[in-house]
Structure formats: C-alpha cells, structure tokens
C-alpha cells in the first residue's frame, strides 16, 4: 500500500533525522558530553568518539539485555526531557516512535555514525561549525527519499534568492508596520530557510533598537514573529532545529540543557486545505458549510496548532511552493473545491498564490495592506491552467513587481520561474514593475548568486527604462496583465507583439484546423516511456509516437527524450503488448 510506504519512509527519515540533530549537537559541544560519536580530536583535546563509545559500554554493562535499538531510544528520551527540545522528539509528533528500526537498522546507524575514515584517521561525519550553520539539512532534507523528494516536490531555495525577496517584503514591511507584532509566515516552509533568515534580521533589528534587553527575551521575540507550515513532517523537524540552533546562538546559550524554553510558530499539515478563507468571509461563505471531508489531520500534526497559525492573516507572507501537478483526484478536486484559480490541469502554484494572498493583511481604512513575495512556476503564464488566476483574479490584487527569473541561474530550480512582488488591496493605477528577460545565463556561474543574469535583475530592479543584453527593466500599464498569456521577454519585444497585434490583417487560428494537444493519457506513466524503450519491447512504430514536451522546444530546437503509446489502430489490440 502507498500509505504503509509513507509511513515507513517518514519514521525512517525520523530515525536518520534524529540521529543527526543528535551528532550536530554533541559536535559542537551543545550536550554536557557525546552520546553516539564525535570527533576522534576536538578544539578541546578530547577523543570525542571514544567518550560516546565508552558511554554505550557503560549503558550495555548496566542493561545487558538491550541492543542497540534500546540505547538509541533512551537517548532519544533523555534528550525529550530537556524542554528546549520536547516538541522536537515528543512521542506524538515525531515518527520515530511510532515505528522503531529493528536492533540490526539501529546498529547499522551507529556504525555509519562512528564511521572513521582509513586514510586520515578521522570520523567521516563531522557536523563541527564554528557558525553553527545548519543549511546543510536543507539538502539532507531533499534527498532522504526520492520519492518523497517527487511527491512533495522538495526544492530548497537558495540563500540569494531569500535574500533578495525578504529585502522587498520583510524590510518594507518593517518600515511600514515597525516590529512590535510583526507577524511573517511561510506557509510552504519546507526546512525554513525563510524562517531561518527572517528570525536573524528581526532579531538584530530588535537588538540594534533595544541593546539593553535580553538577548534570550530577544530572541524569542524574533522567533513569536515568525510561523511556518509545511505538510511534511520532516521538513517541520528540520525548521524547528534550525530556528532552535539560531535561537540558541543569538541569546548566547551553549547548552541545551541551559537553553530557555523556546516556543515556536510552526506546524505540519496542508496549508491549502486547513485554516481559515478570509477571502470566503468576505464574501459571505462560512467556512462549515463547504465539504470539509478532506481538512482532517494526521497523527503527526496538531490541529489547535494549524487552526492558529492558519486562523489569522500576516504582515508579511512569503514562499516558494510546489510546481507540481496533484495526482490523488479526490484532493485535486478539495482544492478545486476551495479555490477558484484551480483550473484544468493546474500546477499547486496556482492555488498557493490565492492562499498566499488570502494569508497576507488586507488594506483596511487606517491600516496599509500587507507585502506578500514569492517565486514559483512561470507555466501559469503561458499554459491554459492559469488563465483563471491572471484573467479573474489578479486583476483584483495591487501586483507590483513581475520578474522574469527564467534565465537565471538557480541551482536545482530546473523550472522556469518568475518572482512575484505584490500587496493585497485592490490595484491603484500606478504600473507594474517588469522585469523582462532578453538572454539567459551564457555559462554556468561559479557563485550562482553572482550569475550575470541575477545580478542584472538586482542591480537594475530599481531603475525602469534600464537594459543591457540580459534583462529590460520596464514600469507597464497594467491592463497588459490583466489577459492571459502573459509575455516577459524583453528587448523590445512586447513592443513589437503590440505593433504586431494592431497591423495584422488576421490571427493563425483562422488558418488552422487543429491547434493544441491532440491527446489527454489521464496517466502519463503507463504511456510515456523514454525514447527507444517501446522499440525494444517490440512495439510497432505505427503505434509509437514522438511526445513533444514544452522543456524540450529551445531556440527553434526541438530535443525529443520521451515517446507515447498509440494505441489508434482499428487492426490493433493493445493486449497484445500486455500478455
């Protein structure tokens, strides 16, 4: 069963998770002593690895019958006892407990723990930083598990482009509101690299503006200021690690047994289907009397928790949600059901828009509207699916700033994207900011944040007229994103659509008979197979055709990797290649 499968990979994830929270931990002298491995040297003359080993010595001589599952799981409950750390390894939300390895997987995970390397001597897994820099978990994160990688649609965001949208949201947001009861949220927050980053700015922030307070009373300040929702478990793991070594290190804790009781904004469950729809209040649509059949939780999350932090809207609301498509058809259609951006085959970065939205503070009579920024697909604009969010529904947003990012270079982001910068009241007349692009990345970058591309897009955001051979940086009318498709190529080429447009006696579609897709599988995996497989099976080529995909049509090229079953034959029987 899928679900089982789930369920193992999850506490098997938490087992791994665990273990290196654990490792980060004792490395970097956070526990009174090691407890599983360390260093064979650390800054202090000890043999860290060897203390560990003689700790779980003492541990077997006092408990002769347990095995190493047994030692693991008293340490895992020892930890939970230190408050800092109880909502992290607490029986209810933490899948370990639920599903424990067997003695021979919990030994297997010491001895890859304790590893040491033949040639220098050292353990192989040293997780000492002098910074304390947890971002390494984001790519643990995404590549525990494949398939959860595809499901959930792990991508981290980069470092740079944090940066860059917090430096138009969250600043701005800082200038308008101030930071008492600041409120920012990430409602696809993965393993909280925006989290992360928002807590170390609103925490110096507060330290520049009050630097005879507390750093501990200041750090859980910046910390009540920022929340977090993501509907994998372990991503949330991830998040609260990292925001409590960021907490730790900001109020000058070195212990975890001295650390205070930090609390946090964050909670696992699906962000589209659980919580409040201002945007239904305001219309008049009460909530309990949708079809809630689906908005249920899962062991691993905490209702009160979603029903809070999902149950009032923010300052400031940033992300990167998934691109994908949802394949399970009765929760395509709960997210049909809740928004009206949902429309044929769309990607999750359609309704993640409108729930973005909805999450964001409204401009009310004495009260600005809140900033809202995120980088997600650009397939919306092009594609049939999003002709429902550009054509009835942003036009009734105050969207400010369009930039094409397709050209850049953003490790692991191999789909083309766009940032959106906006506020959530209705559109002023004033333009849209556009950033078009002209030319991609000609090489890839050493330092991605340094890519001629993005630096373009950094450096000229602020000056509209601006260009060189990689991006225009134009102010448009507004009525131009108001139809879809959208186009952002820059270089003069919208202008040249527009003339185009006005002097064109006649469109393509007169002159066709067909235009668009020819066929809908409805389950691409029994039919798609890469190019040649089909041939091997011996299928004819009469029932074999070439599948054109849109990431396969550049520069006038088309590079065909993929072939679709045909089945369209009267003479043909498609069990003949199922028997």
Known sequence: MAWRADEVTQAAAAWVLTCVFVRFLEDNALLDAPVLAGPVETGEGRNALQEAKERMVAYFNEHPTDEEREYLLNLFGE???????????????????????????????????????????????????????????????????????????????????????????????????????????????????????????????????????????????????????????????????????????????RKIREAPDFHFNLACGDSLLLGRRFEWEGQGIQQDHLDDSLAHVYETEDREKLDRILGQQYHVVVGNPPYITVKDKALNQAYRGRYTTCYRQYSLGVPFTERFFDLTLPAKENHPAGYLGMITTNSFMKREFGKHLIEKYLPNKRLTHVIDTSGAYIPGHGTPTVILFARNQRPKSEPVRAVLGIRGEPSTPDDAAQGQVWRSIVELLDKPGSENEFVSVVDQNRTLYKNHPWSLIGGGATEVKALLDFSASGVLGNHLVAMGRIAHTGSDEAYFFPKGVLKRFGLSDAYVKDLVEGDTVRDWVISLATETIFPYKDDWLFGRICG
């Not at 820099?133 to 740079?160: C, I, N, W």
Request: glycine share 6%; proline share 5%; aromatic share 10%.
């Open 79 to 253: 930890l939970e006892r230190q408050p800092v750390i109880a909502e992290l390894l607490d029986h209810r939300h933490n899948p370990l407990w639920r599903l424990p390895v067997s003695a021979d997987g919990a030994k297997a995970l010491i001895d890859f723990f304790q590893k040491i390397d033949p040639d220098s001597g050292q353990i192989v897994h040293d997780f000492t930083d002098p910074d304390w820099d947890t971002r390494f978990l984001g790519d643990l994160y995404q590549d525990l598990s494949e398939s959860v990688r595809k499901r959930y649609a792990l991508l981290q965001t980069p470092e740079f482009v944090e940066s860059f949208i917090l430096d138009h949201t969250l600043e701005k947001a800082i200038d308008t509101f101030g930071l008492e009861g600041l409120r920012l949220i990430d409602p696809t927050c993965g393993s909280g690299h925006f989290l992360l980053s928002a807590f170390e700015r609103i925490f110096n922030d507060w330290l520049r503006r009050e630097p005879g307070v507390n750093t501990r009373a200041l750090a859980q300040r910046a910390l009540d200021a920022v929340y977090g929702v993501d509907i994998n478990p372990y991503a949330v793991a991830i998040s609260r690690f990292r925001l409590l070594i960021a907490a730790m290190k900001a109020s000058g804790s």
